[in-house]
Antibody, heavy 121, light 106 residues
Framework: QLQLQESGPGLVKPSETLSLTCTVSGDSISTYNYYWGWIRQPPGKGLEWIGS???????YYNPSLKSRVTISVDTPKNQFSLKVSSVTAADTAVYYC?????????????WGQGTLVTVSS | SYELTQPPSVSVSPGQTASITCSGD??????ACWYQQKPGQSPVLLIYQDTKRPSGIPGRFSGSNSENTATLTISGTQAMDEADYYC?????????FGGGTKLTVL
């Protein structure tokens, strides 16, 4: 059974860079061309797509975040990562990593449990 | 920017059919999927590629997508279906979530 686990600091200072890692277990991240993505949810609000990485090498970002976001993969560690630069309080959210249902659908069948990141000084 | 619109809330009586809509420009030309989220839990994929159900999702959940509207239908709604529901649309490069609908089973 595929499992995903987010990890990283729970508190980040304004203007700094938020860095999270998603560790994948139960299968190799490089086995097939799935979409591996990051989604966030501010407290009490809805879901927001941050971006997706297609293992073949393509990355897709939310246009509203594109200038501040980088998603990358570390195949030997079976992980993929998220960086959001110049954070503000508006970036406070539960951050989820996810994998798509199929190799041709950019949806999210498998989810991590989520990790709360608070932006505060 | 592309937007998907859902009603903030929908109410349904137990055993009845609930329909949750998701509207967006030419949504029928994109793929739509649906998630269920209960408090404190990660979302669960209910419908993908407009109409397909992942393994383990009960048959009372079904989806459609045409023109500008995708619809999630829950037949024989149960108390356990009370949750937030989100639609998602995507095409070759962009993913967008709807604002979410709170389903209340009265």
């Amino acid at each position: 059974q595929l499992q995903l686990q987010e990890s990283g600091p729970g508190l980040v200072k304004p203007s700094e860079t938020l860095s999270l890692t998603c560790t994948v277990s139960g299968d190799s991240i490089s086995t097939y061309n799935y979409y591996w993505g990051w989604i966030r949810q501010p407290p009490g609000k809805g879901l927001e797509w941050i971006g997706s990485l297609y293992y073949s090498g393509s990355t897709y970002y939310n246009p509203s975040l594109k200038s501040r976001v980088t998603i990358s993969v570390d195949t030997p560690k079976n992980q993929f990562s998220l960086k959001v630069s110049s954070v503000t309080a508006a970036d406070t959210a539960v951050y989820y990593c996810a994998r798509s249902m199929t190799t041709v659908t950019n949806d999210a069948e498998y989810w991590g449990q989520g990790t709360l990141v608070t932006v505060s000084s | 920017s592309y937007e998907l619109t859902q009603p903030p809330s929908v109410s349904v009586s137990p055993g009845q059919t609930a329909s949750i809509t998701c509207s967006g420009d030419r949504l029928g030309h994109k793929y739509a999927c649906w998630y269920q989220q209960k408090p404190g839990q990660s979302p669960v994929l209910l419908i993908y590629q407009d109409t397909k159900r992942p393994s383990g999702i009960p048959g009372r959940f079904s989806g459609s997508n045409s023109e500008n509207t995708a619809t999630l239908t829950i037949s024989g709604t149960q108390a356990m279906d009370e949750a937030d529901y989100y639609c998602q649309g995507w095409d070759s490069s962009t993913v967008v979530f709807g604002g979410g609908t709170k389903l209340t089973v009265l």
